[in-house]
C-alpha cells in the first residue's frame, strides 16, 4: 500500500476542482491510499504556514503532489508560507526520496504558469525528492476537441489548468481528465518503487 499526499492552496475554489481531479487519480489504482491536504490561510503565522497535523500527515507520504494558483508568474503567497515552513524537514532531508508532482491553474491560457511549475521541481529538488513528469501528449494532436483534450497546455513538468476567472469558472473536462492521470501515474510509479 503506498500513501499518496496532495498538498494545495486554492484561493477561488478552482486549484480545488483540480486537487479532487488529481486525488480521484491516486484512488484509480489498487492499493494507492490518497491524503488530501488544504493550506489553511489562517495557520499562517508571522509568515509561515503552521500546521503540525499537515506535517506529520506529509512525513508518512511516499509520494507528496504539491498545487498551487499561479498568482502573478509563481505560486500563491500561500502557498509560498508552506514551502517556506519546511525548511527543519528539508535540513533533516524528510522527504528525500519520495515521489514529488505538482499542479496548477490561472485565468490565462499562459499565465506563466510553468514559472509556478518549475519553482514546485526546485522546492521537490532542494528536499532531495524525485520529480515525477506528466508522460501524456497533448490530445489535440490527437484529434481531440480542445475541451476534453487532456493536456491541452502542453505541460509536460505538471498539470496545467487554464480557468476562466469568473465565478462559475472551472477547468475543462479535459483539464480534469490530465489532473486524474497525474494521480494514476505517481501512484503507480509509487506502488513500483514500494
Known amino acids: ?38 493550506i489553511d490561510s489562517k495557520k499562517i503565522v508571522d509568515g509561515r504556514y503552521k500546521d503540525e497535523a499537515v506535517f506529520a500527515a506529509l512525513a508518512t507520504a511516499d509520494a507528496i503532489i504539491f498545487g498551487s494558483p499561479t ?29 514529488a508532482a505538482g499542479f496548477t491553474t490561472s485565468g490565462s491560457p499562459s499565465g506563466d504558469k510553468q514559472g509556478t511549475l518549475q519553482y514546485l521541481v526546485t522546492l521537490a529538488s532542494q528536499h532531495g525528492m524525485i520529480w515525477v513528469s506528466l508522460g501524456e501528449m497533448n490530445g489535440i494532436y ?21 480557468v476562466a476567472p469568473t465565478p462559475e469558472g472551472r477547468p475543462t473536462e479535459g483539464d480534469f481528465a490530465t489532473g486524474r492521470a497525474l494521480g494514476r501515474r505517481v501512484a503507480e510509479l509509487a506502488a513500483k518503487l514500494s
Not at 505560486?75 to 519520495?98: C, L, R
Open 142 to 162: 490527437a484529434g481531440h476537441p480542445e475541451a476534453t483534450a487532456i493536456n491541452r497546455l502542453g505541460s509536460f513538468t505538471g498539470v496545467m489548468s487554464q
Open 71 to 99: 498568482y502573478m508568474g509563481m505560486v500563491s503567497g500561500q502557498f509560498k508560507t508552506f514551502a517556506d515552513a519546511t525548511a527543519g524537514i528539508w535540513f533533516g532531508q524528510g522527504w528525500k526520496n519520495k515521489l
Open 1 to 38: 500500500m503506498s500513501k499518496i499526499a496532495i498538498i494545495h492552496h486554492s484561493g477561488s475554489g478552482k486549484t480545488k476542482m483540480l486537487a479532487e481531479a488529481v486525488a480521484e487519480g491516486v484512488r484509480g489504482v489498487v492499493g494507492a491510499e490518497v491524503i488530501e491536504l488544504a
